[in-house]
């Protein structure tokens, strides 16, 4: 029997597992990122800024997949923990400029247990973990190829 709406079915849906897994992930970093005071948006902007040490709001919007109105209060919390400093860019005003404090580097050697201890929740070989990374990288990087960035 052909069902007209299997299209329509929760199972038959790439996006729901995606979703769920998204969640599941997040809930799992919580603990890890409350004790560095840190929510999963802001965790992102630092692992950023500890790999570019500075950086301008639009580079973290494109660097992130994220509109401009999200990162925006991002950094004014993350400002107000003393982990970064933002100021307008000499030679461009219109140019905000975010680099870390010496509070947002040391904070880096606290958050690097993170990453193993949330690899340690999920069973994936290394082949597996390698093959899903890929798979979502080249959706990301087809969505931004299609957005120009």
């Keep these: 029997?052909?069902?007209k709406y299997a299209a329509l079915r929760l199972k038959n849906?790439?996006?729901f597992p995606l979703y769920a897994v998204s969640n599941i992930i997040t809930r799992k970093y919580k603990p890890l990122l409350d004790k560095l005071d840190l929510t999963?948006?802001?965790y992102i902007v630092m692992m950023v800024l500890w790999e570019q040490q500075q950086v301008n709001e639009r580079f973290?919007?494109?660097a992130l997949c994220l509109k401009s109105n999200t990162v925006t209060p991002l950094l004014q919390k993350?400002?107000?923990k003393g982990y970064i400093e933002k100021k307008k860019a000499e030679n461009d005003e219109r140019n905000l400029?975010?680099?870390l404090t010496e509070k947002g580097t040391a904070l880096q050697d606290e958050a690097l247990?993170?990453?193993e201890s949330i690899a340690r929740e999920f069973h994936l070989s290394q082949e597996e973990a390698m093959s899903l990374y890929r798979i979502l990288y080249k959706i990301l990087e087809e969505e931004?190829?299609?957005n120009g960035e």
Aim: with cysteine.
């Design 1 to 3: 029997m052909d069902d």
């Design 13 to 15: 849906q790439l996006c």
């Design 40 to 42: 999963y948006t802001q």
């Design 60 to 62: 973290l919007c494109r």
């Design 78 to 80: 993350l400002v107000e």
């Design 97 to 99: 400029v975010i680099t």
């Design 113 to 115: 247990c993170v990453p």
């Design 144 to 146: 931004r190829a299609k």
